[in-house]
């Protein structure tokens, strides 16, 4: 009787462990699959980021100034004198009726810019307008927003530089519905003849550029409210 009661008690200690042993493979081989998967996920994700981007840079590279740019008015946002100066070339050239420059720093004025371009006092005072007011290329947008609505423009040239230009577009048409945007890309890097991504200050624009420029949409396509990027309006929301 105890030699059957003890073979039972193998029995069964027998098959408790083959349960164990089963129930542990499975549970190795669900990880292994869920490595697996989350690995083939994130080789997807890397592989569309990397598409996406040189998606970006390829439009970059492919944005030419128009021949015989025209429009109400001209807005440059700031970053380097380039763009400004090839803002002032336009306005004198006829291009548009003013010229709007957004986001220069407190402390620089009307005169130093001037200067800067060689510009006449003539040409800044009837058809020049610093603005102070934007941080950002938000604010950017803004400003010119208020700018469009006390002139009752129609169309603007907007310059700026070529990596700058899809995202200043994105914030500027969601800040000025209606108004016709003229893209007058300023090329400080030829992407298309040069290998931009052996150089790394050009390889950091551009991937700055885009992960920004990503963020911007997924937070246009989510509809999350943002700040306006004006100084005026950051101060009174301080006090």
């Given amino acids: 009787m105890m030699a059957d009661e003890t073979s039972e008690a193998e029995t069964s200690g027998e098959t408790e462990r083959k349960r164990l042993a089963r129930r542990t493979r499975r549970h190795v081989s ?19 980021g990397t598409a996406s981007l040189l ?4 439009q970059v590279a492919s944005l030419q100034p128009p021949v015989d740019p025209k429009a109400d008015a001209i807005v440059v946002l700031t970053g380097g004198f380039q763009r400004i100066d090839q803002a002032v070339d336009l306005l004198k050239a ?5 010229l709007l420059i957004s986001g220069v720093h407190p402390t620089t004025t009307s005169s130093q810019i001037r200067r800067n371009t060689q510009s006449s006092a ?12 934007a941080i950002d290329t938000i604010g950017n947008a803004h ?6 609505r006390n002139n009752g423009y129609k169309s603007i040239l907007v310059v700026t530089n070529n990596y700058h230009m899809p995202r200043s577009l994105l ?26 991504m052996a150089n790394p200050m050009v390889l950091k624009s551009i991937l700055t550029e885009y992960a920004k420029l990503t963020v911007a949409s997924l937070r246009d396509l989510l509809g999350t409210p943002t700040d306006s990027g004006l100084r005026t309006e ?5 006090q």
Avoid at 31 to 41: G, H, I, K, M, S
Avoid at 234 to 238: F, I, K, M, P
């Fill in 143 to 148: 400003e010119t927003a208020n700018w469009i």
């Fill in 122 to 133: 003539d040409l800044f005072r009837c058809c020049v307008d610093i603005g102070h007011d």
């Fill in 30 to 48: 669900f990880r292994r699959q869920l490595v697996r998967l989350t690995f083939y996920v994130m080789l997807v994700v890397a592989g569309c």
């Fill in 55 to 58: 998606y970006f840079a390829d």
């Fill in 94 to 98: 006829g291009a548009g009726q003013r």
């Fill in 171 to 196: 914030e500027l048409r969601r800040a000025n519905p209606g108004i016709a945007f003229v893209p007058y890309p300023v090329v400080n890097s030829d992407l298309k003849s040069t290998n931009w």
């Fill in 234 to 238: 950051r101060a009174q929301s301080a």
